[in-house]
């Protein structure tokens, strides 16, 4: 609808044709073409335009506009006018045959064939042709489409713009073969009369890089059964395909004509063509030869009979590269294996741990002391003690001195700070696997610390003294306990977790086995006394109140408004501001509550929930019935006994 008017456009009746006069004369116009196919224009009479094109329409108009407006469209006058398309008019176009959705359409009058086969869907994928769609105008046919030229070409030449009461048809497909396998496009194609395979094969991109091109199985129906086909290349350009033909492209194998493979100890491993009249000893000249470290004694070369049946040749390559030894000729998809030194023997190493600051597993070298081990392991650590380091080595054959039931034998030494070993000492080498230790100085330890809050003159942080340090030591070392002190309020935590504790008793006798020895991390906490109580749990209005001696657990209760219908009263527990916790205890169907202390917390439990019977009515019915059974059979087994 927004395009340029067309210069070819026919103008027919509801188009709208805009004329715009401008110069020395100013005036625009909008006709709209009538059923009769003529326009009107002040007081000119009739212009007829209908089935001109475009710019047959202009000069007609211009022509007659002249008695208006003397020598339009020429310098002389200064007067020009334009004529462009307004609003253009709708056509009905009617798409029978195969097409998906067939019927009468009404499209712009700017429609063309494509246009009008997307909105009925296209030819049906089951039985239309995309390659015989024929446009009719007036009984008789005008254009034949072919979509391919469009798919294939980007070729629009019979994509002609569409006139009202324009027919399309889509014929019936004549043939259609289908092309799979290592193809770039495989699909169903159809096939015209006089095209070859090799025209399908172009219609589907060619081939792809792993195709296997000298030949194409092709599987045919007949009148009574299937046919399989093979279709050598050469047939391919004059081959003529047949309805059903299905047409499979393989990959060519994942096998080669001239290859041989060496790997191991040579500067070069990889894969080499056969040359006709290779030799193993030339391969390995071409693969830059041995490396130092070739184990030359033993090669293998791994070949396959004739029955793929797989075979191992050894080959001395010390003789074979000095010539001692007769050259041995290869065969395809032969491999040769050269093996290292280091691929015959385990993995050499040795372990170092202790007071070293990268402890771990090092490769192994030869001559390797332990000086050298010890500064790859980063150095000694901070208190590590060079007088006493071990190695334990492995037992292999000798055995000497050894008691029998000794696997192992271990070595020690002594070694300064600068690493320097006594001159005996210095000489011992490391043999693979051994493992060195390095102990740590007996007194050698890391700053251990606690921290004492509250009620003391000297709050905070202190390092742990000795291992023997205890709990009154520490209050000692903080100064010692304020007037203000609530002891009975203690807090003493051990990695995250409240260690009941009676400061007051360990006090008066430090001696008691409440007086905790210290560890690192451990914190005590001295309040001042707490006038407060806390209820909370299954009360009426849990709630903060003020202490008072005379006051007992169940006044507490009664001023939170007392227990709720959910209070399992027997289980109310107390937390004491120490973290003690004491329980109620019930005797003979009384109970005592604990005590009242200030800064404690009751707690009053829920009530656990019933869960409620699993069994269906049916299930509880027939449960019933057996044991009422049950009943009755023991009933009769007692009288009559």
Request: proline share 5%; no cysteine; charged share 25%.
């Amino acid at each position: 609808m927004r395009i340029p008017t067309p210069k070819n456009y026919q103008v027919g009746p509801e188009d709208e044709l805009i004329i715009d006069v401008y110069g020395n004369a100013q005036q625009n116009y909008r006709a709209k073409v009538s059923p009769e196919g003529v326009i009107k224009l002040e007081n000119l009479s009739p212009i007829y335009v209908n089935g001109l094109t475009i710019e047959q329409a202009e000069q007609r108009i211009v022509g007659r506009l002249r008695q208006l407006y003397s020598g339009l469209n020429t310098t002389a006058s200064g007067v020009f006018a334009t004529i462009t398309l307004g609003s253009i008019r709708s056509i009905k176009v009617t798409l029978i045959g195969q097409v998906v959705k067939p019927g009468t359409y009404t499209l712009s009058s700017l429609a063309t064939v494509f246009n009008a086969l997307y909105v009925a869907g296209g030819p049906d994928p089951d039985r239309g042709s995309f390659r015989d769609i024929r446009v009719y105008r007036g009984n008789r046919v005008i254009r034949t489409l072919d979509i391919y030229d469009f798919l294939l070409r980007a070729d629009q030449k019979d994509n002609i713009r569409l006139q009202d009461q324009d027919i399309i048809f889509v014929n019936h497909y004549d043939t259609r073969i289908e092309l799979t396998g290592e193809i770039k496009q495989p699909a169903i194609y159809e096939v015209k009369t006089g095209e070859l395979l090799k025209n399908v094969l172009a219609f589907a991109g060619g081939f792809t890089d792993k195709a296997y091109t000298a030949s194409l199985t092709l599987r045919r129906n007949t009148p009574k059964e299937l046919q399989v086909v093979t279709v050598p290349a050469a047939e391919i350009p004059a081959f003529v395909p047949q309805p059903g033909d299905h047409y499979s492209v393989g990959a060519i194998i994942d096998r080669y004509e001239n290859r041989v493979t060496i790997n191991g100890a040579i500067f070069r491993p990889g894969i080499y063509a056969l040359q006709k009249g290779l030799t193993l000893r030339q391969l390995i000249t071409t693969a830059e030869g041995l490396r130092e470290d070739a184990f030359q004694n033993r090669a293998t070369i791994r070949r396959l009979r004739e029955n793929l049946d797989p075979e191992i040749i050894s080959v001395d390559l010390r003789k074979l590269m000095r010539g001692e030894a007769e050259d041995i000729s290869l065969q395809r998809e032969d491999v040769i294996s050269i093996l290292a030194y280091s691929d015959l023997r385990e993995h050499r190493t040795v372990h170092i741990q202790g007071a070293v600051n990268k402890p771990g597993v090092f490769e192994y070298a030869d001559s390797m002391s332990i000086a050298s081990l010890i500064v790859m392991a980063g150095g000694f650590s901070d208190g590590a003690t060079a007088t006493r380091i071990e190695i334990a080595r492995r037992v292999r054959k000798d055995t000497t001195d050894l008691p029998a039931n000794q696997n192992v034998r271990l070595f020690q030494f002594e070694l300064n700070e600068q690493l320097r070993l006594s001159e005996a000492e210095a000489r011992f080498v490391l043999s693979p696997f051994d493992q060195v230790y390095v102990r740590t100085s007996p007194r050698y330890e890391s700053q251990k610390s606690v921290i004492i809050t509250g009620e003391v003159p000297y709050p905070g942080s202190y390092p742990i003294r000795d291992k023997s340090e205890r709990i009154t030591e520490l209050i000692a070392r903080a100064g010692g306990l304020r007037p203000e002190a609530y002891l009975k309020a203690t807090r003493f935590i051990r990695r995250g977790e409240v260690v009941s504790v009676d400061l007051n008793r360990i006090m008066a006798k430090p001696t008691d086995t409440g007086n905790l020895l210290l560890l690192q991390g451990d914190s005590i906490h001295i309040p001042r006394k707490t006038e407060l109580v806390r209820i909370r749990g299954e009360v009426l209005n849990p709630a903060v109140i003020d202490f008072n001696q005379r006051k007992s657990i169940k006044s507490y209760i009664s001023e939170s408004g007392g227990f709720t219908a959910k209070a399992l009263r027997r289980k109310l527990y107390v937390v004491y501001a120490n973290g003690k916790v004491s329980r109620t205890k019930v005797l003979l169907g009384a109970r005592f509550y604990p005590y009242s202390e200030p800064g404690m917390e009751v707690i009053v439990p829920p009530k656990p929930v019933r869960s409620e019977s699993k069994l269906s009515p049916a299930e509880r019915v027939a449960v019933m019935t057996g044991i009422t059974s049950l009943a009755a059979v023991v009933l009769t087994i007692i009288r009559l006994f």
